[in-house]
Each structure stands twice: as C-alpha cells, then as structure tokens.
C-alpha cells in the first residue's frame, strides 16, 4: 500500500478563517512533507518532518502551522490566509528522510478568498 | 548547488510517436534521480526512479530513463505515445536530504 490520503479534497475560506488540512499514511515512513504548488508550478517546499519532529521549515509565514501528532498523521493549520495562498497543498512521505522517494497524496485545492 | 533543468517547458507528440522528454542535473554526489507525472487536479504519481542500480530504468506505464552520468542527463523516453499520457511531468533529484524538482515539462498527445 503507497496510500497516502488528503482531507479535504477541496476547501474555500475567507481570510479570517481557521481551517486544517489533513494527511495521512499507514506505510510505516518516517518523514513527512507539506508541499504548496501553484498552477503549471513544480511543487515548493514548506515543511519536513522526520521522525515526528520539525526538520525544515522553509520560511513560512506564521498564518501556516504545521502538526505532527503520531508517525501516520500530518496536519497544516491555516489561519489569516491571504488571496495569494490559494494553490494546490501536497502532502508526500518517504521511508526516511534523505533522498528517499516520496510518495504524494492527491492534494487540498485552497481557495482563500 | 544542486539543480535539475528540464529542456522544453512544453512538448507535443502525435499519438504512436516517441516521447522523449529531457532531463538533466548538477550535482556533486551521485544522486537519486525521480521522474513524477501529475495529471490535472491530481497529486505527484511516482513513474521511476534511479538509485544507482541499473543506469537503465523501466517504470510504470511504458516509461523508462536512462542515466548518463558523462552527460549528467535522465532523459524518460517511451517508444509509442498515447492520449492517456497527456499530463505535466516532474524531473527530480535527491543528492542528500533535499528534494529539487525541475520546472516541468507539459506534455500534449495529438489524435
């Protein structure tokens, strides 16, 4: 099983909304990734978490917060988006992390308006 | 630093042609070497990978990519395009603990 699922598939909120964005998978891996990828875009990198612990946190603004709560689940908390956030949120998993494959998951479409 | 350039942000085949699209990376260590697909509204599908095995890899789909290490290129090729192949594909590399993807190429299958 190279499942890893998305919730919800779709999301529309207003900029002075709270929503999360759920992930998860059952394979086992130790690492886990939040991607945020725009139209005709290759995927950018938010956040790593291996082993249940940040790793990497590329410059994200605040108004995302990433939780890790167990090694299968992986949540993205959205508070005060902006217009510009609106995109595609990938969440992917490796058996560890470094230069292991990444397994995707189908994405939350983000519409914040 | 370590990068990959896909030549060609778009490519049109007819259907039964080859598809060829190019890759190619900088690195300074061998890496591990990914080609994704994404069709519309979906996420990243996994098509091969090279881990310094066999410098010929066979993927999903018909696809495969050669690794050449003297022209540090990963090009996928599959002999006979089909409509279903239409979609954005994703060149990517892994040196260490990061993950650079390339731009994308999009890829058009004409009837």
């Known amino acids: 099983d190279t499942e890893v699922t998305q919730t919800p598939k779709h999301l529309v909120m207003g900029m002075t909304n709270k929503k999360s964005l759920k992930c998860e998978q059952h394979?086992?891996?130790?690492?886990m990734y939040w991607y945020k990828q725009k139209a005709k875009k290759p995927p950018e990198l938010m956040f790593v978490y291996s082993y249940e612990k940040l790793s990497i946190n590329e410059s994200v603004p605040s108004r995302f917060s990433p939780e890790c709560p167990n090694s299968s689940l992986l949540n993205l908390h959205l508070h005060a988006l902006q217009p510009e956030d609106s995109a595609l949120y990938l969440c992917?998993?490796?058996?560890?992390?470094?230069?292991?494959?990444?397994?995707f998951g189908p994405g939350t479409r983000l519409l914040v308006l | 630093a370590q990068s990959v350039t896909q030549l060609g942000s778009h490519v049109s085949v007819s259907e039964g042609a080859l598809v060829l699209l190019r890759c190619n990376y900088s690195s300074s260590v061998p890496p591990y070497l990914f080609w994704y697909v994404q069709y519309p509204n979906q996420g990243l599908q996994l098509l091969l990978k090279?881990?310094?095995?066999?410098?010929l890899v066979k993927g999903i789909n018909g696809f495969e990519a050669e690794f050449k290490k003297s022209e540090t290129s990963f090009h996928l090729t599959k002999p006979s395009a089909h409509m279903s192949d239409a979609a954005e594909y994703f060149c990517a590399v892994s040196p260490g603990n990061q993950f650079y993807f390339g731009t994308g190429t999009s890829l058009t299958v004409i009837p």
């Open positions: 394979m086992g891996h130790r690492a």
């Open positions: 992917a998993s490796s058996p560890r992390f470094e230069g292991k494959t990444q397994y």
């Open positions: 090279y881990t310094s095995a066999a410098t």
